[in-house]
């Protein structure tokens, strides 16, 4: 009887632990991984895959173009929460799990909106650049506004804009929240208000944007939005490139629209030198590490592997984004 495969076609530059391997030789799991860029690469690699297995955001490698390719396949995962780069539609047409694992990112992704927002806030990247160019002045850049009591607006009330609220709760803030999907009981009981993307935007001086990509969600925040916010707002996006409008995003931060921004996620990166980003001393970034912490690789890894494990076993996954699938396969 053949092996049981799965093949990791994008590793995002992730190291592979070596646990990882012994984890499937145990279970007599065959396991390949590369970074596909190909048809090619995916045909090489993936053609005998019953797992497919992706640990980047890269997008075009498992799309209705290449689903020809995965005659084995019966499950797609992703490690983490987002999974706007497997296209779950083709995946669904043809039996094939989409499975992630959206536990994993909900403490480090919460904490981290949470520190960009107060950085933003307090401009403590600003001041570190200066003290290190010799300036020693509290006044030259002043902090952005205050904490306790503020207006905070949280578009997305999903696992992480939940643990955002409940970590700010010492805060007493004002909390807003748009959520279409979310039923105003449930954000009562969080001690939130449920309200229009409108009135979020021109009532609170601090926007999370926490929703994940979908088709709903792409371009939600364009310059008509931005026009809504307060001239002294800060939006801090963590969650994904695309949900706001770059171009709108700039022109609102040039024309002073809302006072500055914190990203965890641009379109295009890395930055290179005169990319126009670089001149907006406002606008704080990070290169999407919102998901990580100090267990890393350890973490992208353990639960997709345990995930996979249970598969080759019949298992079903316990977070599955197509449920509307009928999978090739029987799992229990």
């Known amino acids: 009887m053949k ?3 799965v093949a990791l076609v994008s590793t995002g530059g992730h190291p592979i632990p070596d646990w990882v391997y012994k984890r499937f030789e145990d279970e007599n799991i065959e396991f390949v991984a590369d970074d596909c860029e190909t048809r090619d690469d995916l045909e090489k690699l993936a053609k005998d ?3 497919l297995f992706i640990t980047s955001s890269k997008k075009g490698l498992i799309c209705e173009e290449n ?4 005659q084995k396949a019966g499950c797609a995962i992703k490690c983490g929460s987002g999974t706007d780069n497997i296209d779950a539609e083709a995946c669904t ?3 094939i799990i989409v499975a992630h694992t959206p536990d994993d990112p909900t403490e480090p992704t919460s904490d981290h909106f949470i520190a960009m927002l107060f950085t933003a806030i307090r401009q403590t990247a600003r001041q570190d650049r200066l003290v290190r160019k010799g300036i020693w002045s509290a006044t030259d850049v002043l902090p952005l506004g205050m904490i306790t009591g503020e207006d905070l607006g949280i578009i ?3 696992r992480i804009g939940k643990a955002i609220v409940k970590k700010m709760s010492g805060f007493e803030m004002n909390v807003r929240v748009f959520d279409p999907f979310v039923a105003e009981e449930t954000i009562k009981k969080h001690n939130c208000n449920k309200v229009s993307l409108e009135e979020l935007l021109e ?5 999370m944007v926490a929703c994940p990509l979908l088709k709903e969600t792409k371009g939600l925040i364009g310059e008509k939005e931005l ?4 001239p002294d707002s800060i939006i801090v996006n963590v969650a994904r490139a695309g949900i706001v409008d770059e171009t709108a995003l700039k022109k609102a931060l040039k024309q002073k629209w809302i006072k500055a921004a914190a990203l965890d996620v641009i379109e295009k990166h ?3 030198p005169g990319d126009e980003w670089l001149e907006f001393e406002n606008v704080n970034f990070t290169p999407h590490l919102g998901g990580y912490t100090d267990v890393y690789p350890d973490g992208v890894f353990k639960n997709p592997v345990e995930i996979i494990v249970g598969l080759s076993k019949g298992k079903t996954p316990p977070w599955i984004v197509n449920r509307q699938c009928s999978p090739k396969w029987e799992l229990k």
Do not use: N
């Open 3 to 5: 092996k049981f495969k």
């Open 49 to 51: 895959a019953d797992v």
């Open 67 to 70: 689903m020809d390719i995965f």
């Open 93 to 95: 047409k043809r039996g």
């Open 156 to 158: 997305g009330f999903g």
């Open 203 to 207: 009532k609170s001086k601090y926007v």
């Open 227 to 230: 026009k809504l916010m307060r």
């Open 270 to 272: 890395p930055l290179v």
